[in-house]
């Protein structure tokens, strides 16, 4: 019901809430989602064996009794996220970064490779997982800005994550 969807967005626009949709738990529920961590090839390097095992038991305590279908349902739902995602986003929403599961600065990428296939720029992407994030924390208490003199933490990447977000993985 998108008119009444829409109403609930405004509401949630005029009153300054921000949305943090965790797509990446969403497809979590739709397929075996511990590909996305395992096949990061960060994930032997910054965690041990027993860091893998644990998320490998979290995982299959996650996926106990998910038949077909629901996966199957999780699936199809995700194209409705979306939606929602770029309706919010057209009537003056922000959208924020998390991803609400373990291994999260490996899962992030793929929220944000989610974020570009609904529709938002790379750009608007990063945006949303530093400063847009940091403001809805509180902002100045928080050191995720992108602006001449704030205080630097960086990756170095192959090729701008602005063309390709990919390349975060890397």
Known sequence: DWPRT?????????????Y?????????QSYAAEEIVIRDPRLDEWFDATDRDAYR??????????????????AKAMDSRMEWIRRFRSR???IVVGTDLPFGALNVVRELELLVESGMSNDE?????????ADALGGSSFGARIEVGAEASFILTR????ESISVLRE
């Open 92 to 94: 003056g929403g922000q």
């Open 57 to 74: 038991s979290f995982r299959a305590y996650l996926e106990a009794g998910w038949s077909d279908t629901a996966r199957s349902d999780w």
């Open 125 to 133: 992407a990063l945006f949303a997982a530093t400063q847009g994030s």
């Open 6 to 18: 829409e109403y609930i967005q405004d509401v949630m626009i005029e009153h300054g809430v921000r």
């Open 159 to 162: 090729a701008s994550p602005a």
């Open 20 to 28: 943090c949709p965790t797509l990446v738990a969403h497809e979590a």
